[in-house]
């Protein structure tokens, strides 16, 4: 049998910013791994299943915490539809997005973020 995941997903307060739009689309994270991320858009948006960069900022407000990484490679793997915001509860697509093509500067990036930020705890299942 072969798991769906491959990467163990955290909740996370951050931004995802999609920086190959004529202006940069700002998003709010759903959840993070070293494999890819999870967001929802302020406003509807289409996105192409092609690869482009993202700029992704993990922060918290009550430490002053952050953690940037800047231009990673992505690509859309699904789009949820309909799905109510946990704060506006406005309907709003969820989109799951996939790290491709990325260095090992990244790779290392994502793993530090990951194991400073995150209680293995509150993994996602």
Sequence with gaps: LQTRRQATRFKAHG???LTHFKTPLITN???LSTR???FWPTNQVE???TEFPIDILIFDALTGFEYFISQLPGQVRY???LIRHPVTNALVRRFGLKFVNFSSAHHTMLE???SMVFDRNTACR
Excluded: N
Aim: charged residues 20%.
């Design 15 to 17: 931004i995802v910013v």
């Design 29 to 31: 994270i759903y959840d």
């Design 36 to 38: 890819g991320v999870s």
């Design 47 to 49: 996105l192409a299943r």
């Design 79 to 81: 789009s949820k539809k």
């Design 112 to 114: 530090t973020c990951c």
